[in-house]
């Protein structure tokens, strides 16, 4: 938690706990409300002052692109310093001023509302039966090609990309928020970004984004794991299904994060995920993930209940450790 705020801001290091509370919950209520901002979001604006630093860097093969990814990532997330001087002189200036830039940073770090507008667009064209848009609505949010999935594969990918994007939309800005602030969250939430550019396992990226892809995996490794425990503990009769599944089958998928959100919510929910996907024309099998039937259109409104369900946990149980913390702390 953020003790080290207590020094410089007019509260006591005893309510702070409950403050990151407070001001998480507005910023998700935001996030209901708002949704992602219409017309410029900054993670766009990041993305492409990322992308004119890889277009000049990104040279090189071996252990020397590695290096200069190295160097490009520490180059693209330099304005964090900015950032954290710019929190540092508001604690100092107005409580309300530094809690609102908080609340600010996190509501535009949340991707939660825009995750579950993009998923249900697509299950919207399934339940009407318009299986060319459903195809067109789910590649905007999976990188498989999709042009030849059938109606359930298409409902299986889409639970997949709500599973494995709410650790990193959601759990994780969450988290990393009650770390270490805003800083922490805009920091895991520019690393994720720069995943998703340079993460590419292909000529150009495979050496150029391994800083990024192997940094964005230590920033996700407790939240993915804790996502996946919030899973467990809010899927009722089938959370012992869900452990297995976390235990057995998430050691076979090849994101060490992801595979664990998605298999413990795929068993969480009873339902399998797919058993193939497609990749630039070439199918490959994956991995067992879940149980029971393979996963229909139907299952996509259920698992959006199911992370619902588990961020409403995970914060009802940080709302009762800072409240017990607050009190114990007075007596």
């Not at 604006?45 to 200069?68: D, Y």
């Not at 693209?76 to 609340?103: E, N, T, Y």
């Amino acid at each position: 938690m953020l003790f080290f705020y207590s020094d410089s801001l007019a509260i006591s290091s005893v309510l702070l706990p409950l403050l990151f509370v407070a001001l998480s919950v507005f910023a998700l209520l935001l996030d209901r409300l708002l949704g992602e901002p219409a017309q410029f979001h900054p993670l766009v604006g990041f993305g492409r002052w990322a992308s004119w630093w890889e277009q000049r860097l990104n040279q090189g093969n071996g252990k020397l692109g590695i290096v200069i990814g190295a160097l490009a990532l520490a180059i693209v997330l330099s304005p964090l310093l900015l950032v954290v001087w710019l929190f540092a002189l508001l604690a100092d200036v107005s409580l309300v001023g530094w809690c609102l830039a908080q609340v600010a940073v996190l509501y535009l770090c949340i991707g939660w509302q825009s995750l579950q507008q993009h998923a249900l667009a697509v299950w919207q064209a399934l339940m009407a039966g318009d299986i060319d848009q459903a195809r067109l609505k789910l590649s905007w949010i999976v990188s498989r090609d999709v042009a030849e999935l059938d109606v359930d594969e298409i409902a299986q990918a889409d639970i997949e990309s709500v599973l494995e994007n709410s650790s990193d939309a959601l759990f994780a800005s969450l988290f990393w928020f009650f770390i270490g602030g805003a800083v922490f969250t805009l920091l895991h939430r520019w690393v994720n970004t720069l995943d998703a550019m340079w993460g590419y396992k292909n000529n150009r990226f495979l050496y150029f984004g391994k800083a990024a892809a192997r940094l964005d995996d230590v920033l996700a490794y407790i939240p993915a794991r804790l996502t996946a425990l919030c899973f467990i503990l809010v899927a009722g009769e089938h959370g012992m299904k869900a452990m297995a599944c976390w235990r057995v089958q998430a050691r076979d998928c090849a994101s060490p994060n992801g595979g664990v959100v998605m298999t413990t919510g795929a068993g969480a929910l009873n339902v399998r995920l797919s058993a193939r996907a497609c990749y630039h024309g070439v199918w490959k099998d994956k991995p067992a993930m879940g149980f029971g039937s393979p996963a229909i259109p139907v299952d996509i409104p259920v698992s959006i209940i199911l992370v619902s369900r588990a961020c409403i946990f995970a914060l009802s149980m940080c709302a009762i450790v800072a409240l017990a913390f607050a009190l114990t702390s007075t007596l």
